[in-house]
């Protein structure tokens, strides 16, 4: 197996490293470097998951191309990073996106379509999320009435945390947060029946938005495994958690280990490396019907 690209090192380009990117300032363009580092209970982990980074950013170049929405991404091709020659930009291919830069908006743009995750844990204690009152009675994982649009708050450390579309439009202005809540659930929707078709459900997704000029790109990564919570519909059943395609295989793992998650987090066993790699691999083939090519 692949050794996991956990750090990335381009003489004289400032970088800003995220929990899983290293993000490269070259002016009015930025290069998004997908690592694989994870992430879990707000820790990075001490092991990455091989090739995860080139995974996720072949399945966001994929959805890029198919929503047909203003979006930042300009190429996937190494070629066109003007790099220089003494680079060796064999780590990087696969797993980077030339972009423009933009104003990040400060919400994360969730939309919902099942219940599943904090919106969950919300609706059992208040019989609502972010403000919008839902039908009594539903269980964990069923599917909702329509699809909702919840913001959240993007915390530098720590947790999200949910908000009401109020909060947001009052931050933001009114015109400029219905638009996003708009575009949101159009790409949901639209991305949702489209993994439906290869056997994936969409539980709901976060996507980012930023803006050049007042115009709204959608940035980051969009509906991956890591921004969503992908489940195989044969597998679906309402009333618990299902199997997912996502990092929830990682959490569950370390919510069993002896872990009190206020310490370092401990090392990956290869079992749940790999197995983690594999789901990845599945969620890609699934929705592009294209083999991952670096297997």
């Known amino acids: 197996m692949n050794r996991a690209l956990t750090s990335t090192n381009l003489p004289n380009w400032p970088v800003r490293r995220g929990k899983v990117r290293d993000i490269y300032d070259l002016g009015d363009r930025l290069l998004l470097v997908a690592t694989d580092r994870i992430s879990a209970f707000d820790w990075v982990l001490p092991t990455g998951i091989p090739d995860k980074g080139r995974i996720l950013t072949q399945i966001s170049a994929f959805w890029f191309g198919q929503l047909g929405v203003p979006h930042h991404l300009i190429s996937v091709e190494v070629a066109d990073f003007g790099l220089p020659p003494t680079v060796d930009a ?12 933009t104003r990040p908006v400060p919400f994360e743009c969730v939309v919902r379509g099942y219940l599943a995750g904090s919106g969950w844990r919300e609706y059992q204690a208040t019989g609502q999320i972010c403000g919008i009152r839902l039908p009594l009675g539903l269980r964990q994982s069923d599917r909702l009435p329509e699809p909702i649009f919840t913001p959240a708050t993007k915390a530098t450390s720590g947790h999200d945390e949910n908000v009401s579309f109020a909060q947001m439009a009052e ?7 219905n638009d996003l809540r708009r575009r949101s659930l159009e790409i949901y929707e639209h991305g949702a029946a489209l993994a439906l078709k290869q056997g994936i459900l969409i539980a709901d997704t976060k996507l980012e938005w930023g803006l ?22 044969d597998r679906y059943l309402p009333g618990g958690a299902p199997p997912s395609f996502d990092k929830q295989y990682v959490r569950d793992w370390l919510s069993d280990a002896s872990w009190d998650k206020e310490g370092p987090p401990p090392a990956l066993p290869d079992s749940v490396i790999q197995g983690t790699r594999s789901r990845y691999i599945e969620a890609l083939e699934r929705l592009t019907g294209q083999p991952f090519a670096w297997k």
């Not at 931050?171 to 947060?177: H, M, S, V, Y």
């Not at 050049?212 to 519909?233: A, C, G, K, N, Q």
């Open 90 to 101: 064999t780590s990087l291919a696969g797993r980077t996106m030339l972009v423009r830069k």
């Open 171 to 177: 931050q933001i202005g009114d015109r400029l947060a």
């Open 212 to 233: 050049v000029e007042e115009e709204p790109l959608l940035i980051d990564e969009v509906l991956t495994p890591d921004s969503s919570r992908f489940w195989p519909l």
